[in-house]
């Protein structure tokens, strides 16, 4: 495994051996030791174009507890906001020996760009690009819910285990959405059955080629699908204004009406479902208060679980040696 | 004093091969293989034995003025190529392109004339602008250099330029675009083509209704789903044309599509011709052959305006540049320096070279797929846009019969041979070309611009001295 | 792999694996002396926890587990885990990506215990190195103590086995593999020229 650059990259072996090894990184965190000297020495440089502080805290937190020294460049108060091109910014980072670099940008296709281009040779994990991907957000949500949905509540016997089955819906601003780009992928790879379910505004043209079914209508899918897992995207509340990529819906009552999660769907979803955000979440809009704080809702743990996710994939990208053959196909 | 060219075994337009005599400026002769007369006839000072005592594919002595070509019945004679869409860059961007730079690319494309895009800095939207451009043309000596005027004040899309004054300019200036842009507002899109009347101009519309496009990055369908760029749907591009050609018909204008990229893009101008509705339109190279199945290697050299399209459209523009649906093939020539291109798919310029790859991709999606003949393709990279641009009259004209007293603006390609494309071995000063490491059949062995030659063995030559240089005795 | 690097199975006239040093009924009387040494040791098993080194040090600590059962009442027969060391190493640069295994340990903890490690092959020492430091992640043991079916000698690092089932003397280049019944469907230790790639350490910690 070089880069992780998108969840459409990974087989399914290369799935489920993100997930245990995440699961294990889990079971360490449970201890009052939590820091890992694996890491030792290496740097990890966090990459940040756009504004997630709770982004750029997981990946500083796994790099930290794996012992990696961490370098936050943030495009605020550097020179990437005074203009300094993708380009030198990744030959300073390579004159500064990093191991990784954790990119967050607002440009699909920039941590491609870092990946392929020669500029550097570190291993480039995607936080987030533009309407593309976010290949740890989408492996944290397919970790919690195998550890609900397949473990019980515990990652014990999980190990080795896919999504097989399982029914998972997607709802909201799926257009805009790189959290659905690469949930929808690598659900879909591991065995899951996917709905998308948005206003037709709020899907992409070019939708139907994808490994999932497609909704306009949340109740519909709550009745006929019953998802195992329903989860909630965010939506901008800029998007229903009528300037420059707006008018998608017409007000933010009729989009909660419509595609909202409230107590009412909740009771109507299965008893065993489990309610899932990426965060940061809009209360009111598409999710209720009820909702975001249910006992099924697992939306706080997703955070924690996303620790044990990118300690994973910073292992499986550093850990091993630059050149001995993969044991695996690389990703 | 001119050069004598002998053209021994070419075949015009690809035909038959014969013996061609480029002289004084004019096509001196035309017969058939091995009766191009001595040199002494075509040259008085000349001595008669040298070209018949020099080797096949050598020129004569230094100092001679009788250059002999031996074409193996094999190399193609065209006239010479006109493109009716080049961005010459100059003023402004000089550090993409230079007009100098720019006109000895297209030479080496084959090119006599081309028509350099009004987006410049300044904007050529005034006589003034339009006379700077024409003249660093002819300083430079490569091509025939004729500005495309802007429609409005600084591509603003608000007011309409000063078009009669640069119609009635040194540059005289007869096509309008303010290419880049669109002329979206439908009030001064018919004031545009009616005006313009006066003196037998025509509107080139870039067709991109702008609101459907608003940041859009590449071509609006299933790669661009994925790859989670903005899309760009062809409806933009398509209800521009169909707006326009109904403009066209109520106020009885021509109209030029320029760029057309869309299957339904062509439906429309096929059903606008089929009414009489006086439009032609264009389709570049890149569109002929490229998709937007490019766009998953996020390498922005792949990014323009029109975007690439499915392979259902480029099915489509190959038919109805067959068919005749479209007229021209034009390059839609857009350099642009390293740093525009070597970064973020959403921070890279729009736009690729195209001058030097033209014909090579004409002859490998059309002519070598049996859908065209090299006749073909001189009407399509010749002819067409020479009659669209009002430059194929008079002596001084281009898109011109291959006929004895034409003027000698002519092209001798070697289509047997191929070439790997190398950016940074082009002749244009940027690199940006989207064909990097493909090989293309087609060579352009010589261009001759009113008997002149400004390639030779492959080579540019001369060039603003007017005269043939060094490099003339190559071997062909 | 250079060409002239003989397979296994190039030499029909020997056991693929080499000489077999200790067979089926060696194994199972080394670990009973072992158990017994460790109650010897301990005056008991109340407090001793054991602890494999996957891979094969994972049976190897169970089946240890059933015999302290047999013989020493005060031993809790669930006081047996395993110890990942993986993240632990000092050489994971210098190897393909390992896989994480799994760390278990028994209810109680280790706190105040004392841990016996438990591994197949002892050599350079660098694993166990590497699970104490995994150990005091876990928790305070009162005592450490290690159990190793074979110990083949050539240590890089200040460490020596409590508990050795079998000294083998053994050359650098030779290559020790226990197999056992829990993991490669029979009990053997055989001794072999080795022909994997040159540069990796053979027998301890490799192959998994």
């Not at chain 2, 044309?241 to 009885?252: K, M, P, S, T």
């Not at chain 2, 490019?294 to 390498?299: G, L, N, P, Q």
């Not at chain 3, 190493?89 to 393909?96: A, I, M, S, Y």
Request: net charge negative; charged share 20%; with cysteine.
């Amino acid at each position: 495994m070089r880069h992780l650059l998108s969840t459409a990259d990974l087989a399914k072996d290369d799935a489920v051996l993100l997930l245990d090894t995440a699961a294990q990184m889990a079971a360490t965190q449970a201890r009052e030791m939590k820091k890992l000297p694996t890491l030792r020495g290496r740097t990890v440089v966090n990459l940040f174009y756009e504004d997630s502080t709770r982004t750029r805290i997981s990946f500083e937190t796994a790099a930290k507890r794996l012992s990696a020294d961490v370098i936050n460049f943030s495009a605020k108060g550097s020179s990437v906001s005074k203009g300094e091109s993708l380009k030198d910014t990744a030959l300073t980072l390579h004159a500064m020996g990093a191991d990784a670099v954790v990119v967050r940008h607002q440009a699909s296709g920039a941590p491609h760009m870092l990946a392929h281009a020669g500029w550097l040779d570190a291993a480039v994990l995607n936080a987030g690009d533009g309407m593309h991907q976010h290949p740890t957000q989408a492996l944290l949500d397919a970790f919690t819910i195998r550890r609900h949905l397949v473990g019980g509540g515990s990652d014990a016997g999980t190990e080795g285990t896919d999504l097989a089955g399982l029914r998972v819906a997607i709802v909201g601003d799926v257009l805009h959405s790189r959290v659905a780009r690469s949930n929808v992928h690598l659900l879909h790879t591991l065995g899951a059955h996917v709905t998308l379910v948005a206003p037709p505004t709020l899907l992409p043209v070019g939708v139907e080629t994808w490994p999932c079914d497609v909704s306009y209508h949340l109740d519909e899918t709550i009745e006929q699908a019953s998802p195992d897992a329903v989860m909630m995207l965010r939506v901008q509340r800029e998007r229903m204004s009528g300037g420059a990529g707006g008018a998608f819906f017409p007000s933010a009552q009729e989009y909660s009406r419509k595609f909202g999660l409230g107590s009412q769907r909740l009771a109507r979803l299965p008893r065993h479902a489990i309610v899932m955000h990426p965060g940061p979440m809009n209360r009111g809009l598409e999710i209720s208060a009820d909702a975001a704080d249910h006992p099924r809702s697992v939306i706080v743990e997703q955070v924690a679980n996303g620790i044990a996710v990118r300690m994973a994939s910073l292992y499986l990208l550093l850990a091993g040696s630059d050149d001995a053959p993969d044991e695996r196909t690389s990703l | 004093m001119t050069t004598t060219y002998i053209l021994r075994g070419v075949r015009p337009l690809g035909g038959e091969p014969a013996d061609v005599v480029l002289s004084g400026g004019q096509i001196a002769y035309v017969g058939a293989p091995g009766t191009a007369p001595r040199p002494a006839t075509a040259s008085p000072s000349g001595d008669p034995s040298v070209a018949g005592t020099a080797g096949p594919g050598s020129s004569s002595d230094t100092g001679t003025d009788v250059v002999e070509i031996d074409g193996g019945n094999r190399l193609v004679l065209l006239p010479g190529l006109v493109d009716l869409h080049t961005h010459l860059r100059e003023p402004g961007r000089e550090d993409a392109e230079t007009v100098y730079s720019g006109t000895r690319a297209a030479a080496a494309g084959g090119f006599t004339a081309v028509h350099a895009m009004a987006n410049t800095t300044p904007t050529q939207d005034t006589a003034g602008v339009v006379e700077q451009v024409w003249r660093l043309g002819r300083d430079a000596g490569w091509v025939d250099v004729r500005p495309v005027g802007a429609v409005t004040v600084g591509l603003g899309g608000e007011r309409l330029a000063e078009l009669g004054a640069m119609a009635d300019s040194a540059a005289a200036v007869r096509v309008f675009s303010d290419d880049g842009k669109c002329v979206h507002d439908p009030v001064l899109m018919r004031r545009a083509l009616e005006y313009v009347k006066a003196f037998d101009g025509v509107v080139a519309q870039h067709a991109q209704e702008p609101r459907l496009t608003e940041g859009a990055q590449m071509n609006e369908g299933v790669v661009s789903a994925e790859v989670g760029l903005a899309g760009w749907p062809a409806v933009a591009e398509e209800s521009i044309i169909a707006r326009d050609v109904l403009l066209a018909e109520h106020v009885g204008s021509r109209l030029h599509v320029c760029h057309l990229s869309t299957a339904r893009s062509v439906e429309i101008v096929r059903w606008a011709k089929s009414r009489g509705v006086e439009v032609t339109a264009e389709v570049t190279p890149h569109h002929l052959l490229l998709t937007d199945e490019r766009a998953r290697s996020y390498d922005a050299r792949f990014k323009v305006n029109p975007p690439l399209r499915t392979r259902a459209d480029v099915e489509a523009v190959r038919e109805g540049l067959a068919d005749g649906t479209i007229d021209v093939v034009a390059t839609d020539h857009a350099p642009h320096p390293v740093e525009d291109k070597d970064c973020e798919w959403a921070a890279a310029a729009f736009g690729m070279t195209g001058l030097e790859t033209a014909l090579s991709v004409v002859q490998a999606t059309m002519v070598d797929t049996g859908r065209m003949s090299w006749a073909d393709v001189a009407r399509v990279l010749s002819q067409a846009p020479a009659r669209i641009g009002r430059i194929d009259g008079g002596v001084q004209g281009h898109g011109r019969p291959l006929e004895v007293g034409e003027p000698a603006n002519v092209t001798l390609v070697d289509p047997s041979r191929s070439r790997t494309v190398r950016g940074v071995e082009q002749v244009t000063a940027s690199a940006n070309t989207p064909l990097e490491g493909m090989e293309l059949p087609g060579v352009v062995v010589a261009t001759f611009l009113r008997g002149r030659a400004t390639v030779l063995g492959g080579v540019p030559v001369g060039g603003e001295l007017g005269r043939v240089g060094e490099t003339e005795g190559v071997l062909l | 792999m250079s060409p002239s690097t003989a397979l296994p199975g190039d030499r029909p006239s020997e056991n693929p694996r080499g000489t077999t040093v200790l067979e089926a009924p060696d194994i199972a009387r080394a670990l009973t002396r072992i158990a017994h040494e460790i109650t010897e040791r301990n005056k008991g098993a109340a407090d001793v926890v054991l602890l494999g080194i996957p891979t094969r040090g994972v049976p190897l600590a169970r089946r240890l587990a059933e015999r302290l059962a047999a013989v020493e009442p005060t031993y809790d027969p669930g006081a047996v885990g395993e110890l990942d060391v993986t993240m632990y190493r000092d050489d994971l640069r210098r190897h393909p990506t390992r896989a994480v295994g799994a760390t278990r340990i028994p209810g109680g903890g280790v706190d105040g215990r004392t841990v016996v490690l438990v591994d197949d092959v002892l050599f350079s020492g660098r694993t166990i190195r590497a699970a104490l430091d995994a150990l005091n992640d876990v928790g305070r043991p009162r005592a450490v103590q290690l159990a190793a079916l074979v110990d083949r000698g050539h240590r890089e690092l200040p460490i020596r086995a409590d508990f050795v089932g079998k000294n083998l003397p053994t050359s650098r280049s030779e290559r020790v593999s226990v197999r056992l019944t829990e993991t490669d469907g029979e009990d053997a230790v055989t001794i072999g020229e080795n022909v994997a790639a040159a540069g990796q350490t053979p027998g301890e910690g490799g192959m998994r």
